[in-house]
């Protein structure tokens, strides 16, 4: 098939789907799940192929292509966890009666259809699926090249559990087009998709926002910082900070830049450096940092714009938390960002000030997760302020509606 027709496919799909029963749509949930887990050997082959065939890529970029027995249960389990969140569509947000008595419901609906443009992290095939599926919406996924051969064979999975289920596996659209014609051609269809989300690094979401002739939801790479203030605990900084860099540095919650206040750096970047550098690290940073630590390297300009994708952290020294807070706003990308403190003030004018779609006071920023955030899973993390911000899960999947109802009145 062609881009145009499977797009073209999913909106015909996408209007059977917006009324769904949920019983039904938890259904197909729990069967793709069960049929992920079936695939299993099947889908390990194919990325061992996608693997072996991965020139170029940096160890960062291979972690997320990686799957293994544990992340493909992870896949399967966060389906079934998305199948027993509640059901987003035809909730009433708001109602009221006017006093000519029309009375006015808000109601949740899907979107309609959904384009994803994603990178190398097969699991994304999976999540934005069941996602799309429970928030009423179809979906056109495309992939990118590195893991084209995991990716068609857990859409196999996911469309033969649809069609058992006696649905059209249409709702779910899959372009095996890798090329950037292919993307093109899928930023083009607006006439059937009627947003679409970009899943990757900032070449890809800027590729999408000059092209997409639909709405976008950017969903960009994270330079996430975490701001340890004069008063914080010296020891949770430490615990948190390696946390929020070390744990997986190649995800986009993972932290890049480490602000330390002026008052205490002298005694708390030696010892957070000394831990990160025993654990592999490497640090770039400022003068005043690299006169109280010399292992670190001078930083350069872009080390504090940049999402190093590594075991890598920039450290700058800051004279308080509105310079800490200046410093996120400007060189951020409105992902996640967080502070250490013990001071409530401190941490209130933080989380009020910085423009981030999570904000954090006393975790690691790693929690950006759909999962995590009791999601189930997933389709971005929104670092935009239209439609919505942060992880995107089903109930972010949605829009309104108005229902009028009357009794015959009409507009004098």
């Avoid at 708001?94 to 190398?120: F, M």
């Avoid at 744990?247 to 990160?276: H, W, Y």
Wanted: glycine share 8%; with cysteine; aromatic share 6%.
């Amino acid at each position: 098939m062609t881009v145009e027709q499977i797009c073209k496919a999913a909106k015909e799909q996408s209007f059977e789907l917006a009324v769904l029963e949920t019983e039904k749509k938890n259904a197909i949930l729990r069967a793709i799940a069960r049929s992920i887990r079936a695939a299993k050997d099947d889908i390990l082959q194919a990325n061992a192929y996608d693997l072996a065939h991965a020139d170029g890529l940096s160890e960062s970029m291979k972690d997320r292509l990686a799957l293994n027995d544990k992340r493909i249960e992870a896949m399967a389990q966060g389906v079934d966890d998305v199948a027993a969140l509640p059901d987003p569509i035809g909730q009433v947000t708001a109602e009221w009666t006017r006093p000519n008595g029309l009375k006015i419901s808000k109601v949740r609906v899907p979107l309609g259809v959904i384009g994803v443009i994603y990178e190398a992290r097969p699991n994304v095939t999976a999540d934005v699926a069941a996602l799309c599926m429970k928030s009423g919406n179809a979906v056109v996924l495309r992939g990118g090249k590195e893991a084209i051969e995991s990716n068609k064979r857990i859409y196999r999975a996911i469309a033969e559990a649809i069609e058992g289920e006696g649905f059209s596996a249409a709702a779910v659209g899959f372009i095996d087009d890798v090329s950037r014609e292919g993307s093109a051609q899928l930023l083009k269809q607006d006439g059937y998709v009627d947003v679409v989300i970009p899943r990757g690094g900032d070449g890809l979401k800027k590729f999408v926002l000059a092209n997409a002739t639909m709405p976008v939801i950017a969903s960009a790479g994270g330079n996430c910082h975490l701001y340890v203030d004069k008063t914080a605990d010296t020891d949770m900084a430490v615990h948190v900070g390696c946390n929020a860099n070390l744990s997986r540095p190649s995800t986009c919650n993972a932290l890049e830049q480490l602000l330390v206040d002026m008052e205490i750096a002298a005694e708390f970047l030696p010892k957070v450096c000394g831990a990160l550098l025993e654990k592999g690290c490497r640090l770039t940073g400022c003068a005043e940092a690299k006169e109280i630590v010399p292992e670190i390297a001078l930083a350069e300009d872009e080390d504090y714009r940049k999402e190093h994708h590594d075991k890598e952290l920039t450290i700058f020294v800051v004279g308080g938390e509105e310079e800490a807070v200046a410093r996120i706003n400007a060189n951020g990308t409105c992902h996640s960002d967080g502070i250490i403190t013990r001071d409530k003030a401190a941490a209130d004018y933080f989380a009020r000030k910085v423009d981030s779609g999570c904000v954090y006071i006393n975790a690691s920023t790693r929690f950006t997760d759909g999962f995590e955030f009791g999601f189930g899973a997933e389709i971005g993390i929104s670092t935009q302020k239209l439609h919505a911000r942060g992880p995107l899960g089903p109930e972010q999947l949605t829009s309104e509606k108005y229902v009028v109802r009357g009794e015959g009145q009409i507009r004098i």
